[in-house]
């Protein structure tokens, strides 16, 4: 899992001053499964980094009176990060960078809050933090005060989205070795009571001169406050020498005014065995179960407190010891928390594809224009079959007809209605299989989107017109395959791919596939029934027409006029030639039924592997049939379950042969379709299109 984590601008992620943030992000990539491919993004002038992986943003020279820094910093980010494949964007109290990355970038986002959410542009509002809530994947909170803060003033809405993740420290068993000094640490300001602790020192060390004061930390905007003789100001020192000092303090000081997100320092002394007087703000009192709360946060209560430790040593090693024993928050125990919060943001390609239970969104035209008068030939239908039959869920939309049924209604912007409407169909759906077949409803935009709200999702789709060279429109054919190929996972045709005029670059995720039979569909035994006629074919001039384009010839008709001379004496049953209709649904039925034998032509010049869908009616209710040896299908039958002929002459010898030898021609015709439903039936078809879109070895005959 390739993760990106976001620092807020100028956040120091180095060993010597490194903030609450940095700290929080280094210490739980340390312990992390994904530390290796968890790369940190931020800006800082130092060098020495907490942790490698590190991404410095250099923005030192950057001068603009249009764009702010801030921005800037973001932009150039988020250029950095459409680089890499992340699986996970994570941004650190930044939530105006979610606008700046939701709908640039396919990857999950979790925004972490480290400080009150209502006090940071891009979550103030109720609306703005309403908006974070759609577009992030999880919102982490660094306490339950936090937390709620973030959803003050909001309606009553579902919390699954978030979640608390806790600063945390590792646990140290060793005994303490303590002098007796007291410790603040924290910036030297009011807000954090540090006036309140140098105040009290004064009576403190006064009483007790054996003991001395620390204070560790620095403030910009440095206000003096008068200090005790035995108060050391030791200034801003390196993370690893402030839990140095806990270490050896006896007592330590958090009398924050400021509401605290957390109160890291908290957390760190009690784990260091001091005994803590904290205030109750904020989420102090989520950093441990063992320190003093004061009452009122005033000189005299600190001042109070520290001495009932000093004077009460009993009290003050069980205080250090139920302290450093009971520590609330660990890191590793964190560290997991984090990793399988991001592993739940990909539930499903861990769960149903390794059960083999996907959901799959079948989208393709399910012809109610039609009136349901190619059921029999569609593929989708098949697919769809097959998926439930193998144990998926699948939900079909139907694309040409939801776009007509909005132009019948006059709706404004119908590709924006379809494309809102798809969109949350497959929010509330979640697929983990996208299929698609012969639309030209689905686009680049559509396809991002789906893929930004489920990074895993697999898409797929299946072509069945031909796109061998030989064909007038063979390059439209092509386009229109071409066109999704950098945006899908997989592609499905029934044309051999080694023949389509394609780069091999192109032609990588391009697989072979059979027109499935369905044993609901193709029911017939015709070499058990008495047929009254010979050879059976059809065609039409495209499925969506249901009568012939007046005048146009194609080199079929030029085929079945020169093989009707030839047959003198066979009943044939052509459709689709001179004035004879195309023929449909049941009609299409009653008159296959009524043929011995069928001839599978298809437009174009034979090639290898492509046939008209209808091979699968006609080997798939019993006709025996007759096929060009070039399209090579010899490959997968032989000549005791299909019948292939050389040219015309050939074609019109062997129907005059087979129309005599009846018992031949039965066993070959049921030998046909019992080969054709042990390969290519519904569910082995469809099993072959999930396996190769999920990433498993599988073969067309197995």
């Known amino acids: 899992m390739n993760i990106a984590t976001i620092l807020p601008y100028k956040e120091n992620y180095t060993k010597n ?7 929080w992000v280094s210490e739980f990539i340390r312990d ?5 491919s968890t790369y940190i993004f931020g800006s800082t002038r130092n060098k020495n980094f907490l942790s490698k992986n590190y991404i410095n943003i250099n923005l030192d020279k950057f001068n603009s009176k249009l764009t702010s820094t801030t921005k800037k910093y973001s932009q150039e980010i988020l250029k950095k990060v459409q680089e890499f494949n992340f699986d996970i964007i994570e941004i650190h109290n930044r939530p105006n960078m979610v606008v700046d990355f939701s709908n640039k970038i396919n990857s999950k986002i979790i925004l972490y809050f480290h400080n009150d959410p209502t006090s940071m542009k891009g979550a103030k509002t109720v609306n ?75 009576k403190v060390l006064n009483e007790f001169p054996n003991w001395k004061a620390i204070s560790i930390g620095e403030e910009k905007r440095f206000q003096e406050f008068p200090t005790h003789n035995h108060h050391l100001n030791l200034g801003q020192l390196s993370h690893e020498k402030v839990i140095e000092f806990l270490e050896k303090s006896e007592i330590a000081v958090i009398p924050s005014r400021w509401e605290e997100p957390f109160g890291r320092t908290s957390l760190e002394a009690t784990s260091r065995g001091c005994a803590t007087i904290i205030s109750a703000t904020g989420g102090l009192e989520e950093t441990t179960d063992h320190a003093i709360r004061l009452k009122n946060l005033d000189t005299e209560n600190i001042e109070t407190e520290i001495i009932k430790l000093i004077k009460n040593d009993r009290l003050r090693k069980k205080i250090q010891i139920k302290s450093q024993k009971n520590i609330k928050h660990k890191i590793k125990l964190n560290s997991e928390k984090i990793d399988t919060m991001r592993n739940s943001l990909f539930p499903f390609i861990n769960f149903r594809i390794n059960k083999n239970q996907l959901r799959i969104l079948n989208i393709y035209n399910l012809a109610q224009k039609l009136n349901h008068r190619i059921y029999n030939l569609s593929l989708g239908k098949k697919f769809t079959n097959g998926f439930i039959r193998n144990g998926h869920d699948v939900i079909e939309i139907s694309d040409r007809d939801y776009v007509r049924q909005q132009k019948i209604l006059n709706v404004i912007n119908i590709k924006d209605k379809f494309k809102n409407y798809l969109i949350e169909t497959f929010k509330n759906y979640n697929p983990d299989l996208v299929v698609f ?26 072509y069945e017109d031909p796109l061998m060279s030989n064909l007038a429109n063979t390059s439209k054919n092509i386009n229109k395959l ?27 995720n391009i697989h072979f596939f059979i027109t499935p039979v369905d044993h609901n569909i193709e029911c017939f035994n015709v070499f058990d029934l008495n047929p009254e006629n010979d050879i059976f074919y059809a065609m039409s001039h495209g499925v969506n027409r249901a009568i012939l384009k007046s005048g146009k010839i194609d080199e079929r008709v030029i085929f079945l006029e020169k093989l009707k001379s030839k047959i003198k004496g066979i009943k044939y049953d052509f459709y689709g030639i001179g004035k004879q209709e195309p023929i449909w649904g049941n009609n299409f039925y009653m008159s296959l039924l009524n043929s011995k034998m069928a001839l599978n032509l298809s437009r174009g010049k034979p090639t290898k592997y492509y046939s008209s869908n209808r091979i699968a009616s006609l080997m798939g209710n019993g006709l025996l049939v007759f096929i060009d040896k070039n399209v090579k299908i010899n490959d ?10 050389q040219d015309i002459d050939d074609l019109s010898d062997k129907i005059k042969y087979f129309k005599t030898n009846e018992k031949l021609r039965k066993n070959i015709a049921k030998r046909g379709k019992q080969k054709y439903f042990k390969l290519f039936n519904e569910k082995s078809i469809s099993k072959y299109l999930t396996d190769i879109s999920t990433g498993k070895k599988a073969s067309l005959i197995n």
């Not at 001053?17 to 700290?23: E, F, H, K, R």
């Not at 809530?133 to 999880?138: A, G, I, R, T």
């Not at 979640?163 to 420290?169: E, L, R, T, W």
């Open 636 to 645: 997968f039958f032989n000549k005791n379950e299909i019948v292939t002929y």
């Open 128 to 202: 703005e933090r309403l908006y974070l809530l759609e577009k992030v994947d999880k919102i982490i909170f660094i306490s339950k005060w936090v937390k709620q803060k973030f959803f003050s003033n909001l309606p009553k809405i579902s919390q699954n989205k978030t979640g608390v993740i806790y600063h945390s420290i590792d646990p140290v068993k060793k005994k303490m070795k303590k002098n007796k000094q007291i410790i603040f640490v924290g910036k030297l300001n009011e807000s954090k009571g540090y006036d309140l602790f140098c105040k009290a020192m004064f």
């Open 482 to 508: 071409k066109k999704l190929l950098p945006l899908v996972d997989h592609s499905f045709v029934t044309t051999d791919p080694s023949v389509i005029n394609l780069k091999n670059s192109e032609k990588k």
């Open 17 to 23: 001053g490194a903030g609450a943030v940095a700290l």
């Open 32 to 36: 992390s499964v994904n530390k290796n």
């Open 437 to 462: 077949g012969h639309t030209e409803n689905i686009n680049e935009e559509i396809i991002f989107q789906f893929k930004s709200i489920n990074k895993n999702l697999i898409i797929s789709q299946w």
